[in-house]
């Protein structure tokens, strides 16, 4: 396989420009980096000033008309209307204007996450939300989903199954305190019944003695008359 110089490079990424081959086949054959080649595609473009609404670049091809609606803050669903291009070609060139912002390791990034964009964005807001935007919070966020993520499943699987025991144990315990509260009604039940049985005896035998009071006296009487 030929290898190419420096020169020779810079022509081929001109001639694939050119043609609208996309910054990821263009890397690819000339083995540039987004970054080597959005410079190069920069250089031969030129710089325009910030007034160039009005440039006609109908004589342009459909990646330079993107790169320029790019520039102008359209988002992609504009472009791809406008241009009428397809979701994955908008992709492509809006990756390429990334690259030729010097972004072309937020297209590397974007190219290996979009798939998984929505949980990279929840994980991003959650994290936002918290307040964990910064260096050493995320490092270590990374640690715990990184290495401690499956202890701490044991553990809650742990703390679970010790719930669980605790909830067991507490329905138990309290099947018991249920069953004595019910003695204890029972037994408070008959207490009272031997209590009215007691307090009956006791008239009875207060009864029987003044009965028996009033049979002695009566007999003491007789016992005084016959003498």
Same mark, same amino acid.
């Given at each position: ?15 694939? !420009? ?16 987004? +970054?080597? /080649? ?32 790019? $520039?102008?803050?359209?988002?992609? /669903?504009?472009?791809? %209307? ?30 290996? /996450? $979009? ?22 919070? %995320? ?9 401690? %993520? ?23 315990? +309290? ?38 009071? !009033? ?13």
């Amino acid at each position: 396989m030929q290898v190419l110089n420096r020169h020779e490079k810079e022509q081929l990424v001109v001639r694939m !420009h050119e043609a609208g081959k996309t910054m990821r086949d263009i890397a690819s054959a000339a083995h540039l980096s987004f +970054g080597d /080649i959005g410079k190069i595609i920069k250089r031969i473009d030129g710089q325009t000033n910030d007034d160039d609404d009005d440039i006609d670049l109908s004589n342009k091809s459909k990646a330079t008309q993107a790169l320029h609606l790019f $520039k102008n803050g359209k988002k992609p /669903i504009d472009v791809a %209307i406008e241009l009428d291009l397809s979701v994955n070609e908008v992709h492509d060139l809006q990756q390429e204007f990334w690259a030729l912002n010097q972004l072309d390791e937020l297209a590397l990034v974007y190219y290996e /996450i $979009k798939n998984h964009l929505d949980l990279f964005l929840r994980l991003f807001h959650t994290l936002k939300k918290n307040k964990l935007i910064n260096q050493k919070d %995320i490092q270590t966020v990374l640690r715990y989903a990184a290495f401690d %993520i499956p202890t701490l499943e044991n553990r809650c699987q742990q703390l679970s199954n010790d719930v669980l025991e605790l909830q067991l144990r507490k329905k138990k315990l +309290g099947d018991e305190v249920a069953t004595q509260c019910s003695s204890i009604t029972h037994l408070e039940k008959s207490l009272s019944w031997y209590k009215m049985e007691i307090k009956q005896k006791k008239e009875i035998i207060s009864n029987l003695d003044q009965q028996l009071n !009033h049979k002695s006296d009566a007999l003491e009487k007789l016992l005084l008359a016959d003498k």
